[in-house]
């Protein structure tokens, strides 16, 4: 049987979405397939959020920006939007049963010393992590439940 796949989306693919996917990646372990992409990619994943990534041990170097058309003839299970426009350009995949909204602030537009900035990516970051750890939680328990 194949793995479900959850696509994280947000507008420019280079931070908010990839801190998504690699988290929720570590998070669901073989229970789902993970996958970022974006409306409008930047072409690139921000060093920092590589950066505050590998604080927590996760290594996202070999992800990449991705614009969502990519997916449009995957089998999408679930959409999870992390960003307001990237929620309301989000086409409806094939196959989609599932649709999450669950918006945070852009790190990227981040100002100050470099410190500063890894700071407001480190605050994202740990909301992120609450919110697909706790996602992911849910999904196991739900497979558990199934199981029964």
């Known amino acids: 049987m194949k793995k479900p796949l959850i696509l994280i989306l947000c507008t420019g693919n280079s ?3 990839h801190l998504a996917e690699a988290i929720l990646r570590r998070a669901v372990g073989d229970l789902a397939e993970v996958a970022s992409a974006g409306s409008k990619p ?6 920092v959020a590589l950066e ?3 604080e927590i041990g996760l290594d996202a170097s070999h992800h990449r920006s991705k614009h969502l058309a990519e997916f449009l003839n995957s089998q999408v299970d679930t959409v999870i939007t992390v960003c307001g426009n990237a929620d309301q ?4 995949f094939p196959g989609q049963m599932n649709r999450h ?3 945070f602030s852009d790190p990227a537009h981040a100002t100050g010393t470099p410190e ?3 700071q407001q990516f480190r605050k994202v970051r740990d909301e ?4 697909f750890e706790a996602y992911a939680a849910g999904l196991k328990e739900g497979r558990a ?3 029964l």
Not at 89 to 92: D, E, K, L
Not at 128 to 131: A, F, G, T
């Open 101 to 103: 909204h669950w918006g």
């Open 52 to 54: 505050v990534l590998k």
């Open 116 to 118: 500063e900035i890894r």
């Open 128 to 131: 992120i992590r609450l919110v």
């Open 42 to 47: 930047a072409g690139y994943v921000h060093p």
């Open 15 to 17: 931070c908010r979405s």
């Open 145 to 147: 439940l199934a199981s």
């Open 89 to 92: 350009v989000c086409p409806a």
